[in-house]
């Protein structure tokens, strides 16, 4: 594995930082940020984030985790962050299926080995990486607990933008249209989410200043950004969510966490889900939006102090 670039803020402690290239079995560039605990270790919480998302946005999390005596592997998926784009277009968000993740995950898993990552080793996926993360499961995952927040399980849409979603995005493949933007994303076309939408409308969350850190981080980091899905993502994702609510629930004690105003992903899905898991748990949270580790703390509370504390009782 050959080093790879991580940008530390300059108010940022670097908190011994790693990064590196892995390639997947399709050979497709990949980068894992990797942080070992000092002391008092707990093993190891492999991150896997939502689409657009990339390894610096985890920064705080990642610094509250390693000082609970957590190390952390981080990864960005392919099509975004520093990893290899699949388009021309690099602000598209695009796969050309689901299933490909899967190939991330396995470089990811090689690279813990490699690494010497502490066990035990954890799951802790938000939005997208829910999904990834609900099918690695399924596959064998070698982590002792899981912990969730707004997986994406389902997609929020009305009944009718179900209706109509499954034939647009499908005759866009048909066509040879799967790396276009998805239609309903005209306002972010080009240019991430955080840069196209006022605070006041923004579906991640309700607490204004970190927010703004989120737009202010965006500006520092451009070429990590990815904006809107194309075509092609949401026929794959519609089609993933849908293969796995059919799925039974892994063997694998999990605490997923959602917001009652989320707008991103589907709470029925998730209701659903949880409530077939046998060594699950699930916490609504009454007020919150889509992005809970930038939160307000008030809709909140400690969400990470919760999943330390849970993974350390599934040890």
Known sequence: MNEAPYHHEPDRAAASCAAYWLHTQDDVRLRVAAWKAPAAEQGT???FPGRTEYAEKYHHTVTRLISAGFSCLVIDWR?????????????VSHV?????YQMDVAAMIAAAKRLDLPRPWYLLAHSMGG???????????PVKACAFTAPMWGIEMSPLERIAAWPLMGAARAL???QVYAPG???QKGQCYVHSVRFEDNRLTQDRDRFQALVREAYSLPNHQTGAPSAGWVFEA????????????????AYTISGTEDVVVDNMAIKTRMADWLKGQLRILEGAKHDLLSERDDL?????GEFMTFFSQNR
């Open 45 to 47: 919480i492999l991150v």
């Open 79 to 91: 099509g975004q962050g520093l990893s290899d784009r699949l388009t021309k277009d690099s602000m």
């Open 96 to 100: 050309n299926r689901f299933s490909d």
């Open 131 to 141: 999904t990834i993360g609900l099918r690695a499961l399924e596959k064998g995952l």
């Open 176 to 178: 040879g249209l799967s």
């Open 185 to 187: 994303n005209a306002p």
């Open 238 to 253: 519609m089609n993933e969510c849908r293969r796995l609510s059919r799925m039974p629930s892994p063997d694998c004690p």
């Open 300 to 304: 909140c509370g400690d969400i990470l």
